[in-house]
Nanobody, 115 residues
Framework: QVQLVESGGGLVQPGGSLRLSCVASGSIFSFNSMGWYRQAPGDLRRLVAVITTGGNTNYRDSVKGRFTISRDNAKNTVYLQMNSLKSEDTAAYYC?????????WGQGTQVTVSS
């Protein structure tokens, strides 16, 4: 059973930065991929960024150049560095892991961008 715990959310002003962390209970090196999704009220949960075991990354267009996903295998942690935050980035952010064909989710962390 894979457990994912997110942290790092909060309230930030437009243009500010936050770094989200996702700690996994197992060795993330064995995961097929890990990613971050977000869900705003009344909207679907949408992919923000994903990183594969090989280190390949992919981002949704609206965050390219502002967000960076990275992983630290030794710490079993995946990060999402978010810079130049905008009000439209406000959402609950969820960590996801794909392992042995199954999808696992964290409990989510709220990011609110507001002045």
């Amino acid at each position: 059973q894979v457990q994912l715990v997110e942290s790092g959310g909060g309230l930030v002003q437009p243009g500010g930065s936050l770094r989200l962390s996702c700690v996994a209970s197992g060795s993330i090196f064995s995961f097929n991929s890990m990613g971050w999704y977000r869900q705003a009220p009344g909207d679907l949960r949408r992919l923000v960024a994903v990183i594969t075991t090989g280190g390949n990354t992919n981002y949704r267009d609206s965050v390219k150049g502002r967000f960076t996903i990275s992983r630290d295998n030794a710490k079993n942690t995946v990060y999402l560095q978010m810079n130049s935050l905008k009000s439209e980035d406000t959402a609950a952010y969820y960590c996801n892991a794909i392992y042995n064909g199954r999808s696992y989710w964290g409990q989510g962390t709220q990011v609110t961008v507001s002045s």
